[in-house]
């Protein structure tokens, strides 16, 4: 089956006018696939509205009388929203359930901005949406099925590794090196990732480590004594870099959000917190078992 209007913008129908619809009539998509909207980004594009006015009306259709559901404008709404507007210029389409669903998802797909996880959630409603494949999706992409499949796999990292890729606090290609480890160790290693600004390289080396300990091990083990006028090999990986922080605290900060991890790993932890005149005194129990 085609995806209605893909790979194109679907035309408008000859007749229709800008409309005047009232905000509160007016609701967001459920198939939208942006997730994060940058509130600064909003308020940039609301001065931008207040200035110079909607020059793009946005797109709606009426779900049921009186009722519409946004199909392109999410963020125009939203400034809108900020601006106390009472109504929205708007073209409203006739469409289907399954046709709003397609566009709203298309529309994003085919503008910039969309984390890699947003694109991947975007692909699983079009394929459950329109029954593809995935090598029947890629091709009404225009991609190879292995950059959807890459995409996709995206999908099986933890919570927390998901919501630091749609938040910008760590690249797609992190995310990918974390695949490698299971969820309890996905999100110790997201935590260092943060805390230590960690390369993609760093992360990879890191992953092996607990995928591999035992070559961890041998690494760190004491250099074997070189016979007297032979100097041992250089080492190839490089020193890990640990920014150093005089902010007390950031440093609290960064325990609590270990904690959490923890916590979030399903083990049981306790921390308990001391404000003294001199000193914060913080105490984290762990079970011995």
């Known amino acids: 089956m085609a995806l209605p209007f893909f790979g194109r913008k679907k035309e408008l129908t000859p007749g229709l006018s800008v409309q005047e619809i009232p905000l509160t009539a007016i609701v967001p998509n459920r198939f939208q696939p942006r997730k994060v909207f940058t509130e600064a980004a909003i308020t940039e594009l609301a001065e931008t509205i207040k200035e110079h006015g909607l020059l793009q009306p946005i797109i709606l259709r009426e779900y049921a009388p009186q009722q519409y559901e946004i199909i392109a404008g999410e963020r125009r709404f939203r400034a809108m929203q900020q601006l106390q507007m009472a109504k929205a210029p708007a073209i409203v389409q ?80 992190h995310g990918r090196e974390l695949l490698r480890v299971d969820d309890y160790h996905q999100q110790l290693l997201l935590h260092e990732v943060l805390t230590d600004g960690l390369t993609v390289k760093e992360t990879q080396a890191a992953a092996e480590a607990i995928l591999h300990p035992e070559l961890a091990s041998a690494e760190a083990a004491p250099a074997t004594k070189m016979p007297k006028g032979q100097t041992p090999p250089a080492k190839s990986a490089q020193k890990r870099r640990t920014p150093r922080s005089h902010d007390t605290r950031m440093a609290i900060n960064t325990l609590k959000k270990s904690v959490h991890l923890i916590k979030d790993a399903g083990m049981h932890v306790k921390m308990t917190e001391e404000d003294s005149a001199d000193a914060y005194r913080i105490v984290i129990e762990l079970p011995k078992k």
């Open 94 to 173: 006739k469409m289907s359930d399954e046709e709003s669903a397609a566009m709203a998802l298309i529309e994003n797909l085919q503008r910039e901005g969309l984390s890699a996880i947003e694109e991947a959630q975007a692909y699983t409603a079009l394929m459950e949406l329109n029954h593809l494949t995935q090598a029947q999706l890629a091709t009404q992409l225009g991609k190879s099925q292995s950059f959807v499949a890459n995409k996709l796999r995206l999908l099986k990292l933890s919570e927390p590794v998901q919501q630091a890729i749609m938040n910008s606090e760590i690249s797609e290609r």
